[in-house]
């Protein structure tokens, strides 16, 4: 195969998949409505792989093969391919506004990860690591777009799935042909527009009382007894210029239903070793990480330039206040910047001989605590001029438009501009889309609580324990009186 085209991406999407949207099930996710839009957004970033101007930043050559692919599969062996990678995805991230959080450039490097693990899949059982590697070598050569699925339902987070299976996806059966599993996973991103799902577990899940509940393993969407349910779609009401970044950006988020679905041998990465599934995690996930805070950059950086537009479409642009508000922006965006900085300063090779970026846990942990602040700032610089706003058919209607011009035109904008940068300002801060970005930057970088607890169970600060320690156990020196001196 080539690389994806958009034309291929769309046509490949037909592949007898079972997909539910409310109630009903599409057959072609890129001529629904509800999906059209994202898919055609997806299909243009593909598009651009092969254009002349883009291709060598966003692809690279196989020595082994002679093809060209996908950058973002690339296995790093130096900082220069390192750096590579986050140039390709940092042009990803910008095209897409920072809104695409499950981007084929984010989970290509999963891929990648699971490549690096191979060796230490294949103690868990003989086969298993080249299973890995033949998965990677599949989906870089034919350049898929992935998903993946790691959270378990909530049903009952307070019981185990020992005394209740339904909690988790398990393990049924094994046999010649590979494992039966029943189950389900949740909130997937990207699913109803993915080629393939990787299965794996997050950190919460992987120490499971029942190994049948510990499984690594990739499957086609379309594989029978596998059913995707979407959630209601964001961005597709008819209200005009109301919603382009839901139209182009939702990824879509769905639940993944196995109906005792046969996972080939082959497509079998890791069954019940719990130890090995939670040290694969930060494994695997070491690229993603990286990447993801490219994209949170860039994230940032929509805000900020949303923030500046909007303060200065009323004129408060001057205001020290509002100032502080776009500084505090500015400083998340130029920090951030300063982690990936320090990830490829860390940079280490891996055990199979690829770079893998320095530890970025405290920055994520930062990401998720500033997320919420960052949507705050336009929110306070737009206040309510966020929410009355007029529609394209309240734009275009001859009683009202000429009051929209005199009473809701801006500082040198006209009524119908600001109306586009206030809903763009809203849909990113307080509507359905961006409640969802919101909640998004909140969740999937895991639990918060959960990785401060262990940010502090590493990091060690075993000299200054020790320093403070005699400070506080050893005797005081004498203090000689003024006098004893003269």
């Known amino acids: 195969m080539t690389l994806l085209t958009g034309d291929r991406y769309r046509a490949e999407l037909a592949d007898g998949r079972e997909l539910y949207l409310d109630g009903e099930r599409v057959t072609s996710p890129a001529d629904h409505p509800a999906f059209k839009p994202a898919v055609d957004e997806l299909a243009r970033l593909l598009d651009l792989q092969d254009d002349p101007a883009h291709r060598d930043l966003l692809t690279w050559v196989d020595p082994d093969t002679g093809q060209r692919l996908a950058r973002a599969y690339q296995p790093p062996r130096s900082l220069e391919d390192l750096r590579l990678q986050r140039r390709s995805a940092e042009f990803w991230h910008a095209e897409s506004l920072g809104q695409h959080g499950r981007s084929p450039a984010f989970m290509a490097s999963i891929a990648v990860g699971v490549y690096d693990f191979r060796h230490r899949l294949e103690s868990n059982r003989r086969g298993f690591g080249r299973n890995a590697e033949s998965w990677y070598r599949y989906c870089a050569h034919n350049d898929l777009v992935l998903s993946h699925a790691l959270g378990d339902p909530q049903i009952d987070r307070s019981a185990d799935p020992v005394d209740d299976p339904d909690l988790a996806l398990r393990v049924l059966a094994e046999n010649e042909r590979g494992i039966v599993v029943r189950g389900a996973k949740q909130l997937t991103t990207l699913a109803p527009l993915a080629h393939e799902v990787l299965?794996?577990?997050?950190?919460?899940?992987?120490?499971?009382?029942?190994?049948?509940?510990?499984?690594?393993?990739?499957?086609?969407?379309?594989?029978?007894?596998?059913?995707?349910?979407?959630?209601?779609?964001?961005?597709?009401?008819?209200?005009?210029?109301?919603?382009?970044?839901?139209?182009?950006?939702?990824?879509?988020?769905?639940?993944?239903?196995?109906?005792?679905?046969?996972?080939?041998?082959?497509?079998?990465?890791?069954?019940?070793?719990?130890?090995?599934?939670?040290?694969?995690?930060?494994?695997?996930?070491?690229?993603?990480?990286?990447?993801?805070?490219?994209?949170?950059?860039?994230?940032?950086?929509?805000?900020?330039?949303?923030?500046?537009?909007?303060?200065?479409?009323?004129?408060?642009?001057?205001?020290?206040?509002?100032?502080?508000?776009?500084?505090?922006?500015?400083?998340?965006?130029?920090?951030?910047?300063?982690?990936?900085?320090?990830?490829?300063?860390?940079?280490?090779?891996?055990?199979?001989?690829?770079?893998?970026?320095?530890?970025?846990?405290?920055?994520?942990?930062?990401?998720?605590?500033?997320?919420?602040?960052?949507?705050?700032?336009?929110?306070?610089?737009?206040?309510?001029?966020?929410?009355?706003?007029?529609?394209?058919?309240?734009?275009?209607?001859?009683?009202?438009?000429?009051?929209?011009?005199?009473?809701?035109?801006?500082?040198?904008?006209?009524?119908?501009?600001?109306?586009?940068?206030?809903?763009?300002?809203?849909?990113?801060?307080?509507?359905?889309?961006?409640?969802r970005q919101d909640l998004y930057e909140y969740v999937h970088r895991g639990d918060l609580t959960r990785n401060r607890i262990n940010l502090f169970k590493r990091y060690d600060v075993s000299g200054t324990r020790e320093r403070l320690r005699r400070f506080v156990e050893e005797p005081e020196p004498a203090i000689t009186s003024p006098e004893a001196h003269r």
């Open 199 to 435: 299965v794996y577990l997050s950190a919460s899940f992987a120490q499971r009382r029942g190994e049948q509940f510990v499984v690594w393993f990739a499957l086609p969407l379309n594989t029978p007894g596998l059913i995707t349910l979407c959630r209601e779609p964001l961005g597709s009401a008819p209200w005009g210029h109301a919603h382009p970044l839901g139209a182009r950006f939702d990824e879509q988020d769905a639940m993944l239903f196995f109906d005792d679905v046969l996972v080939p041998w082959d497509r079998v990465f890791l069954l019940r070793d719990g130890d090995l599934a939670r040290t694969g995690l930060g494994r695997i996930n070491a690229w993603s990480a990286y990447i993801g805070h490219v994209r949170f950059r860039e994230r940032l950086r929509t805000l900020l330039a949303t923030a500046t537009l909007v303060a200065e479409s009323i004129g408060v642009d001057g205001f020290r206040n509002v100032q502080e508000d776009l500084g505090r922006l500015a400083g998340y965006a130029e920090l951030t910047e300063y982690f990936l900085d320090a990830a490829e300063a860390r940079a280490a090779t891996t055990d199979s001989g690829l770079l893998a970026p320095g530890d970025t846990a405290a920055s994520r942990v930062w990401s998720a605590e500033v997320a919420a602040e960052a949507v705050a700032v336009v929110r306070r610089i737009g206040a309510s001029g966020l929410l009355m706003q007029p529609t394209a058919g309240d734009l275009a209607h001859p009683r009202l438009r000429p009051h929209l011009d005199r009473y809701m035109r801006g500082r040198g904008i006209d009524a119908e501009r600001k109306s586009r940068l206030f809903r763009l300002a809203w849909e990113l801060t307080g509507d359905s889309f961006g409640q």
